[in-house]
């Protein structure tokens, strides 16, 4: 069993709707939980950093952590064309600094 | 500022070669961290480095080494290739979780095919 478990997609949906894309993962040591955005052929961008459980808003992104599910959620309102993209997210623990543990990533494509 | 730089963006190699990748992190930064990410896959951790010392790794084989120079930039090298290590090669930068936060930058890769 993978440590990070991500739907790899592909995820399309029609230009402003409400986007939903989730991981759950095994490891109850995990604290810092983000989400990055992937474009074709580039580096990883970060999009949302949360530690512990909660919610995080950032313009039309929000992170969601559910620690007693082990499940987190990223969120994106009013999608536009441009965010279609791989969407990974990672986790790491406290004391394993910067060791992230990668899901498999969901690509997401946003219709005109 | 520059961000985190990685050089050469793509790689040729046939089997058996070695190789090395190449990277400077962001401006201020000093950690390290090297990832494989094979074709559809997410990325994996393969080792990372402060105070020029690999402080943890990744399941990986110690074909795969680095090294860190006091500038912080960082070297990743690959011996005895084999047609799986082809994969896009990331580097990230961060700090040692000063602070709490453990952000990590990503650099845009160096695509090493392997033929």
């Known amino acids: 069993q993978k440590e990070v478990e991500q739907d790899p997609g592909p995820l399309s949906v029609p230009e402003g709707a409400i986007v939903s894309l989730n991981c759950t993962y095994s490891?109850?040591?995990?604290?810092?939980f983000m989400w990055y955005r992937q474009y074709s052929r580039k580096g990883p961008e970060l999009l949302m950093y949360?530690?512990?459980?909660g919610n995080k808003e950032d313009g039309r992104f929000t992170a969601q952590v559910d620690k007693s599910s082990k499940y987190i959620s990223l969120f994106i309102r009013d999608s536009q064309p441009s965010d279609s993209a791989t969407y990974l997210c990672a986790m790491s623990g406290v004391y394993n600094f910067n060791k992230f543990y990668f899901g498999s990533g969901t690509k997401l494509n946003v219709k005109p | 500022d520059a961000g985190v730089t990685q050089s050469p963006t793509h790689l040729i190699k046939t089997r058996g070669q070695q190789v090395t990748l190449r990277c400077s992190p962001k401006s201020g930064h000093d950690t390290v961290s090297w990832y494989q990410q094979a074709l559809g896959q997410g990325p994996q951790f393969i080792f990372q480095y402060y105070e020029e010392e690999e402080r943890q790794r990744g399941n990986f084989p110690d074909r795969f080494s680095g090294h860190q120079f006091p500038n912080y930039s960082s070297e990743l090298n690959v011996n005895a290739l084999l047609l799986g290590d082809s994969a896009l090669y990331l580097c990230a930068s961060s700090l040692p979780g000063q602070g709490g936060k453990t952000e990590a930058f990503f650099g845009q890769g160096t695509r090493l095919t392997v033929v």
């Open positions: 949360t530690y512990s459980s």
């Open positions: 490891n109850s040591a995990f604290q810092y």
